[in-house]
């Protein structure tokens, strides 16, 4: 697959303001000028805006962005807005209300130079006749459970997660590096792990028959069709974590799916797997990391919603956020209940979508499109999956068989530091880690050197009858590497770039030490 241009937008509160300001910033961009960052307001227009949101579609308590604001400084909302009491069945007013938010979400995030940034990114994705990827990293846990699927440029266009030119999806950079999978571990079919725990509400038998079908539909069919993909499924009838870890680590799943009870709460919610035994989130993705599992897909209300203290959020406790952060490439959860049906609806869509071998963020945009067809605009089905991906991840579950990839290094490689009577370092085979910490296979102590700076790897493409044997910087660091190019140096942040023979880096500060990268040989 190739690398989509992505656009990595953050967006944090400024401490010690004494106001609602943030800021909004383009953290990647596919263009070196495309770094560009605003100022901003939460307003309180906006916040009532989603307090109403919260009134009329959330099953949870309500999270306040400003609850130092008095009623007295409360605007009222367009009067159009107001011809429906908050709370009646979902009609006129819930359409022009998520039009509402949507656009002043749009409009509050995608202001200049943001604006500028997207439109010049979504321009080079149309000349390369890809889609853009765009990532959206929230850094202040108050604004986790904002609906930001539905932003909308202008009524009448397309929310940014249904947009058929933009792959959208959340992430965060304090981030494990991804695990490296050798190329035996990389499946070509859908092996899931399908995991009911306690929940009073389900007859677990019966749910269990209904998703293995939902999930596994169409397989026996589809799987002998031209560009499509087996799918497999393995159930589990509330496991104790020590049978739930035994299945993980005695086979080679890429998918782990959890339908069940389960409780927000710090260090990533509690998941009932019976009714006195619980697995919080960080527990959780230990065995899904070292596994080798690609996507994390939980059927519960809860999945991306933070935990609160009144009714402020709790930093870094959402289960598909500490998912993320520890290492599992994409994690899928819900942002608020979703009924049975709209569940096995969306399900279905999107197991067949990544059967068809298409990128998680782009099967999850075709299941969402599939539930706003069949439950319509102004309900909230289509807003409810949130995907969060990995900075570093492509969103490739399984390996299209258009290509053969191997990961062995035949040619030897080194890297020099350029001082007189350094000694090259030979790469290794496989992926050759970079960083601070002694665990690396290059260890460089400067403080601008992230503990897992950045990988090298090297890909064997067969084309045809041709071997093209290819190099790879991935970087995975907080403050990016420099790469010496004919107009000086350019920094790269997440990103994965081709290296060649006499290329000069520098890692994490554009005044550090300067390598040369060789390769015998060239």
Known sequence: MNQLPSLNLAITRLVNTGTDNFVIWVVKAPYLS???????????ELSQVWQEWQQMFAGHSRLDISPQLSQGQINPLPQDLLSQTVGQ?????????????????????????????????RGIAMGQHQRLRLRLEIRDPDLIALPWEI??????????????????????????????LPTEQALKAINILLVLGHDENLQLETEAAILAQTLAEGSS???????????????????????LTQELESKAYNVFFYAGHGLPAPDGGLLFLQRAMTLNGIELAQVLSRTGVKLAVFNACWGAQPAAINRQAIPA???????IRHGVPAVLGMRDEIADQESHSFIQAFTEALRSKKPIDEAVA???????????FNQ???????????????????????????????????????????????????????????NNDLVIQEPSVSKHH????CRTTLTEATRVQTYYLRDCSSYGTWILNPHGWQQILREEIALKSGMQLKFGSAKGETWEFIIEGS
């Open 366 to 376: 075709e299941a969402r499109q599939k539930l706003l067809t069949l439950y319509k």
């Open 34 to 44: 495309g770094h560009v960052l605003r100022d901003c307001v939460f307003s309180v």
């Open 221 to 243: 069919t589809s799987s002998n069709s031209l560009g499509y993909a087996p799918c497999m499924v393995k159930t589990l009838l509330q496991p104790t974590p020590q049978e």
């Open 317 to 323: 406790s959402s289960l598909a956020e500490v998912l």
């Open 454 to 457: 950045a990988e090298i790897l």
């Open 89 to 121: 069945t979902p009609g006129p007013y819930s359409s022009r209300l998520m039009q509402y938010l949507g656009i002043s979400l749009w409009r509050w995030v995608f202001d200049d130079p943001i604006l500028g940034s997207l439109e010049r990114s």
């Open 380 to 438: 909230p089905a289509w807003t409810l999956p949130v995907l969060y991906m990995h900075p570093d991840f492509n969103g490739e579950l399984i390996r299209s068989d258009e290509r053969t990839i191997i990961p062995e290094i035949q040619l030897p490689a080194y890297f020099r530091l350029l001082l007189p009577g350094s000694t090259p370092q030979r790469l290794g085979t496989g992926v050759t880690r970079i960083g601070r910490e002694k």
């Open 151 to 180: 932003m909308q440029r202008e009524p009448g266009q397309s929310a940014m997660s249904l947009s058929p030119d933009i792959l959208f999806s959340r992430t965060t950079c304090e981030v494990e590096p991804l695990p490296y």
